[in-house]
Every structure is written in structure tokens, then in C-alpha cells.
């Protein structure tokens, strides 16, 4: 397996190193053929080569099977015309990749405020209110005055089959449940194909129980009993707003992995963004990066069939729940270790296994 590394900005690259010394860790162990190609994106290649993403990375990322991306601060890419590209957009919208799949769950060891829960937010990628910005069909956000503005989003059936056929695929790897999470009663023609689309593929899984809630009550529902839920599927926006909630119930937004998942490629990303008031301190929790590194491991198993890519990632995975309840951690989940200490930690364990 070829995966492309871009450590990103902030706390990417301390968080990144430690990722990487896992995944070099896990093909030792379990006789992975993976090759790790490093490169750079985002502010770094803007200074060397005048663009984020240069069209030569994109020729690199298509022929590898996966990419890590590292968490990118984004807030001065203004000019996409000065090859200011938001790399992690630009990746999701170039690649295709439509399912972005962010599990969450409780840890012994980290303090929450909920009863223990495992579920996965299963957010549509390529559409909806923030997805269409700037692309060529026009501008999804419309200044009409200074002081009037238009937000518009659009939903398509071919992306809600597709984002609801994923959704109940992983239900069927898990406890078989899936919920929907939409607002139908107000956003009655957008919304309502999301939900006949989902009913639609549903009939081709019926072993799957289905339910749905309207996002403000997913809201309540999911800080007071988060135990109820398997796998969620929803639409862009909500599923952004909704896996932030669900990463902080878990502990700390630094357990929050994620995995932007499509056909023929998939890129891991933590979460969360890019953390600058915590940057190159030695104290960033990079198990948000390591799971997202897990998940791809994950995903390239079952594309490729073969099984010791998913007896690594369900090793890496394990690792970081030992490291965790014994305390090898960083300080925001519970322990004293520093990012490099914490990574040391969890490849310790993987050689053990
Ligand atoms: P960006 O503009 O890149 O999103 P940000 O300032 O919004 O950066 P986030 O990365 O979104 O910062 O994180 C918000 C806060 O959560 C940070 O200030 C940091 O304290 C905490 N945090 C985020 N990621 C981690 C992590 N991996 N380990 C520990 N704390 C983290
Ligand atoms: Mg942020």
C-alpha cells in the first residue's frame, strides 16, 4: 500500500512524525508492504512552489492508495486564482471523496460526561451549504447587497444513495442500526430527498434497523443518552456540527480521528484543525491522527482483500485503548506523556501484540 504523508501546519507535524512511526511499526509487525511517500502541502509548498497543492502532488496522491493529511490552518487562504487552495477541500473535491466517516466513542480512562458509547457520524462530503463554494456551476454564496446575503445548498439524490449505501454498509460491520439525522420539517424539498433516498437503499438492507431525528433534538438525544446510537448519517453541515459534539462527549477533540472516503482513494484526517496555541510544545494528543491512520489501514483491507492491513488497524486501535486506560497519554486525556512519549507508547505495545 502507497500512502502519501503531508504533515500540514501546527500541531500536524510533531503529531504526524509519531503517526508515521506507528504505521512503520505496524508493517514490521504484521508484514505490511506499505511505502510511506512524504511531500508537502499547504503553506509550506505555497512558499516553495507557489501553490498549495501543486498538480504534480495531485498526479502523486492519484497513483498512491491512501494520503495522511495533517491538520492545515486555512484562515489566509483568500486567492484561489494565487494557488491558495484549501488543500483539505481541494482533496476531498478532486479525489471524490464523499463519505466522511468520524467514529467516536468513550475510553476507560478518560473522564466524560456520559454513560459509555461508541458510534460513528457518517457526514456527505462533496455537497450541501459549505461544499459548492466557488465551484464552477457558480457561488453558493451570494452577496446581493452589502447588507443582504443568500446562502444556497444543494442535495442531490445520486450523492444521498451513494453517502446512505455507506452509511448502511458500515452498520452491517457494527451493531446494525442506523440513524438519520436531517430537518425535514423545515427544509422540506432538500431534505426530503435525503430521507427517500436513505428509505430507497435501506430496502436493500433489511437486516439494518433505521430510525431518524431531527438535527436540533439529535442534539439533546446525543448528550443524553449516546449510547443509543450506532452509525448516524446525515448531510454536510449537520454532520460537521454533530461529529465535533460527539468528539468532545468522548473526552477531548485530540481522540477525534476521521477518515474522507471514496471510491478509489481515502485520506485520513484528525478532526480537528490545526491547534496553533499548543504547536511544537510536545504536548498535542496525536491519537486523533494515529486513528485516523488505523481507519485507512482499515480501508484499504477491505478494497483489497487482503486481512493484515485490518489486523494492524484493529492493533493500532487497540494499542491506543491500552495506552489510554494505563495512562500513557497526554495530559488533555488524562496522563503525563509528551506527543513523542505517547507515540513510543503505542508502538511498545504494537511490538507486543
Ligand atoms: P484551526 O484554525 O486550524 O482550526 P484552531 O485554533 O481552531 O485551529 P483547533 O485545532 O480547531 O484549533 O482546536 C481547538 C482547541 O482544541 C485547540 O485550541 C486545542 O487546545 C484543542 N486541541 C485540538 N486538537 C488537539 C490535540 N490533538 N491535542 C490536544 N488538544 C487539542
Ligand atoms: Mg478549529
Known sequence: MKIVVLPGDGIGPETMAVTVEVLQAASV??????????????????????????????????????????????????????????????????????????????????????????????????????ADRNVESGNSEILVTPDVAISLRRITRECCERIARSAFELAMQRRKHLSLVHKHNVLKITDGIFLDACHRVAAEFPEVTVDDFIVDAMMAHVVRAPERFDVIVTTNMFGDILSDLTAELSGSLGLGGSLNAGAHNAMGQAAHGSAPDIAGQDIANPFSLITSAAMLLGWHAQRSGNLSYLQASRAIEDAITACIAAGESTRDVGGALGTQATGKAVVKRLQQT
Open 29 to 130: 509487525r504484521f508484514g505490511l508492504d506499505l511505502e510511506l511517500i512524504h511531500d508537502i502541502a499547504g503553506h509550506e509548498s505555497l512558499k516553495k512552489h507557489g501553490a498549495t497543492v501543486t498538480p504534480a502532488l495531485l498526479e502523486k496522491v492519484k497513483e498512491a492508495d491512501g494520503l495522511m493529511l495533517g491538520p492545515m490552518s486555512t484562515y489566509d487562504f483568500k486567492d484561489e486564482a494565487k494557488g491558495e487552495i484549501n488543500p483539505s477541500k481541494f482533496f476531498r473535491k478532486s479525489l471524490d471523496l464523499f463519505a466522511n466517516i468520524r467514529p467516536s466513542r468513550t475510553y476507560t480512562g478518560v473522564k466524560t460526561i456520559t454513560g459509555p458509547f461508541d458510534l460513528v457520524v457518517v457526514r456527505e462530503n462533496t455537497e450541501g451549504f459549505y
